[in-house]
């Protein structure tokens, strides 16, 4: 291992310093598991530190999820020093056997690049560029700095010039065969719509996908993983498509269309209600960030980025055929039983009136994740889930991480969670650390009793899906919420739940505010329901 001299350099900065110095030029200025899939998802990018083995391993679910959801999180693990690396020394943390490699092997699974910062002559170099592959792919990349390393010296001065985050050209030819391709089949379409996927969020599309639809006026849809991407109050947007669980007038114009322009599309069980889509691949034309897919013809090595803009840029608006879609509402049922229980069907269109603009919304994988798509967002809302890698208790960490990355941007933007009481028995003492930093959530913990997905799924009354009765908006107190810093509530009837969300001090969102919302055990929202006997058959399926 070599040492560069610090004689030889002009402006010699420590290794670590380096390093955040880089996370620092891309707006991280915190550093925290999913509270960095959080943050990421409303600041572009997050890091994470931890310790080797032990530290490392209890956030790799965290880690996993983020690759899977191609989320940017840059991990950094600090690592024994190279000298007792080398000796095969029989450290903590480790597995007692002089294998230091084998968490580093691990992550190699889940991170689209790594970088072993085990020499300073090397360290800025693939510093730069883990970073880099971190934005360019959207996914976690894996850094181990070792203790020996961290205050080794680099070259400050190429602090000055930024890591190019340009995403890489289409090569031309390519590029206009496949944009010719892609117009042959739009302009002879009878009625073409848009179907906008997760992707297009995670590889920084939405100026293209918005210009699309608005050169076009073609009729605009969503996927569950995709809410949020559209703003919803275009009168070109329809709703939510996903299969079976999309409301009638959605899934008939989605599946009656002879094409669909997919972008960025993420065709998993939960995001397609039980893979209950009925379209073709013969009306469908796939956006992708290295490939484009027209019909069965595959294209490989082509961003969707500079098609969409080419698209945009050629299309003949007199050979195309924009027929207008359904159009989203917040469709509020009235109290028609004059019941006073609150139900997923009557609440989640409700929810939409009390957002604002650019608030974000976190909700949590159950109930939330389904009911969600029945609540059309105001302008600029950000919609985070983790409707692919579906891990329990997700949401509350994301919230504390995208509540910070508001507060550390400036933004006065409200975080709003949703979460079952289930999941947050899982995750509950992040509420600790949004105590801690201050931050001022709007939770609504879904008291129904259990995890009720699980339920529909298997075993409505099996009691591994029940959980013990906690006093939830007591919590706030024992985590150390000072008197007057905080407001609980406990929402029991419709009545309540209207009064609340007319609150005007509650609607400032001045406080954290911690909302207990009592929905019946049996109640789910009908795509969950959906969904869950899909989820069933396929798990029976011998």
């Known amino acids: 291992m070599a040492d560069i001299r610090t004689d030889a350099l002009k402006s010699p900065v420590d290794v670590a310093e380096y390093l955040f110095t880089r996370l620092h030029q891309l707006g991280v200025k915190s550093i925290h598991g999913y509270a960095a899939d959080g943050y990421a998802r409303i600041n572009g990018i997050s890091a994470i530190v931890t310790t080797f083995g032990v530290g490392e391993l209890s956030a790799i679910n965290a880690l996993a999820g983020a690759f899977s959801e191609r989320v940017p999180i840059v991990h950094i693990v600090g690592t024994p020093s190279t000298i007792s690396q080398k000796d095969g020394m029989l450290l903590h943390h480790t597995l007692g056997n002089g294998n230091f490699n084998v968490f580093a092997d691990m992550f190699k699974e889940i991170s689209c690049t790594t970088a072993k910062l085990n020499d300073a002559t090397e360290a800025a170099t693939l510093i730069d560029h883990a970073i880099q592959q971190c934005w360019l792919k959207s996914q976690p990349v894996y850094i181990t700095l070792p203790t020996d390393i961290v205050q080794k010296k680099v070259e400050g001065e190429r602090l000055k010039t930024p890591i190019d985050l340009s995403y890489p050209a289409n090569n031309p030819d390519k590029e206009e065969y496949v944009v010719g391709v892609v ?29 699309l639809v608005s050169k076009t006026n073609l009729p605009v849809f969503v996927t569950p993983m995709g809410k949020g991407a559209v703003d919803e109050t275009h009168e070109n947007y329809g709703g939510v498509y996903a299969g079976s669980g999309s409301q009638p007038d959605v899934q008939e114009r989605v599946e009656s269309s002879d094409l669909i322009l997919t972008i960025g599309a993420i065709k998993s069980d939960f995001n397609t209600a039980g893979f209950s889509y009925k379209t073709s691949q013969l009306n469908t034309i796939d956006f992708h960030s290295d490939h484009i897919s027209v019909r069965y013809s595959e294209y490989p090595g082509v961003h969707m980025r500079g098609v969409l803009q080419k698209v945009i840029e050629k299309v003949d608006l007199k050979k195309l055929s924009a ?48 009911g969600i798509w029945e609540t059309k967002f105001p302008k600029g809302v950000t919609a985070l889930s983790q409707v692919l890698w579906g891990s329990i208790g997700y949401s509350v960490g994301a919230c504390q991480g995208a509540a910070l990355a508001a507060k550390d941007s400036g933004s006065d933007r409200r975080t709003i969670l ?59 107190k024992v985590f150390g919420a000072k008197e007057g810093s ?24 001045e406080y954290l505010q911690f909302v207990e919302l009592y929905i019946p055990k049996e109640d789910a929202p009908r795509a969950l329901v959906l969904t869950a006997e899909a989820s069933a058959k396929n798990n029976a399926k011998q």
Not at 183 to 211: F, M, Q, S, T
Not at 429 to 438: A, N, V
Not at 489 to 501: C, D, G, N, P, S
Request: charged share 25%; aromatic share 12%.
């Open 183 to 211: 117009l042959k089949y739009l302009e002879a379409a009878k009625n073409p719509i848009i179907l906008v996927d997760a992707c297009a969020i995670r590889h920084n599309v939405l100026e293209e996908v918005h210009g």
């Open 323 to 370: 027929i207008a879609g359904p159009k989203m509402a917040n469709k509020v049922k009235e109290n028609e039983d004059n019941s006073e229980t609150i139900t997923q069907a009557w609440f989640w269109p409700r929810a939409g009136e009390f957002m604002k603009e650019n608030d974000i919304v976190i909700t949590e994988t159950g109930t939330s994740n389904f």
């Open 486 to 509: 905080y407001k609980t509530f406990q929402i029991k009837t419709k009545a309540q739940v209207q009064e609340l969300f007319k609150d005007k001090e509650f609607n400032a969102a």
């Open 418 to 476: 949703f979460v079952g009481d289930g999941s947050f028995q899982l995750t509950a003492q992040e509420l600790s650390t949004m105590i801690r930093q201050g931050l001022k959530p709007i939770i609504f913990v879904i008291c129904n009793d259990g995890f009720t997905i699980e339920r529909f799924i298997h075993g409505m009354d099996a009691v591994y899906n029940d959980i013990a009765q906690w006093s939830f908006k007591d919590l706030v």
